[in-house]
């Protein structure tokens, strides 16, 4: 079942000669359940890709669409619902609120969506990320693997269609990265879960389903794994 489609995404920068396209013509197609690595160099347009897959930013011309909605075509306001519905994010460097504790940050997106919470299911997301022990505590007072644990259950918790992940690792050391990765894996599978993570790591990327190589904003390769 195709839970994502792209059609010529485009996304420019200037005008004239500083006109910069950090993504050209890009088409692609994601089923449910995929676990999806993007990768590519520095510059390469992945993060606009993803910006542009949630919602985050606008592009220039083509589509998106997720679960059939054409989500550009939505208006700002309800492009921000449907996105909050929808669209889980998790970034390298946490985006915690610092006077939120664990279970108030992972809250925090269904509360704003004014969503009854689901005690059940807050509490086997806490459990499924090792984080029941620390739900009281706020972000200054966890290791950074807890900190990206907390962001993760943060994007699970309105269960959206789609998980995107920048980098999650990248502001780890190797044992947490591992772990936070394996923790990532199983959540998704656990809750049925599409995923899209950015990474540098190529170890992580031959971990996905598929791996797409961007180079200059253009898909270079889409490769099942």
Do not use: C, W
């Amino acid at each position: 079942m195709e839970i994502l489609k792209v059609e010529n995404l485009t996304k420019s920068y200037g005008s004239g000669e500083a006109k910069v396209d950090a993504l050209k013509n890009v088409n692609l197609s994601i089923k449910k359940g995929e676990f999806v690595a993007i990768v590519g160099p520095s510059g390469s347009g992945k993060s606009t890709l993803l910006h542009l897959l949630g919602g985050v930013d606008r592009p220039t011309s083509g589509k998106v669409y997720i679960n059939d909605v054409d989500i550009y075509n939505l208006k700002e306001k309800d492009l921000s619902i449907f996105r909050r519905r929808n669209v889980g994010l998790i970034y390298q460097f946490y985006n915690l609120i610092p006077v939120l504790s664990v279970k108030e940050n992972i809250l925090l997106p269904a509360e704003l969506d004014n969503r009854k919470i689901d005690k059940a299911f807050l509490d086997d997301l806490l459990k499924t990320l090792v984080l029941k022990e620390r739900e009281n505590h706020l972000p200054n007072e966890l290791s950074g693997g807890q900190q990206q644990r907390t962001s993760i259950g943060r994007a699970l918790i309105n269960r959206p269609s789609i998980v995107l992940a920048d980098e999650p690792t990248g502001n780890l050391d190797s044992k947490n990265s591992k772990e936070v990765l394996e923790l990532l894996k199983l959540s998704v599978k656990k809750y049925n879960q599409t995923l899209i993570m950015i990474t540098h790591d190529n170890n992580i990327a031959l971990q996905a389903d598929r791996v797409i190589t961007i180079e200059d904003g253009i898909i270079k390769s889409d490769e099942v794994i």
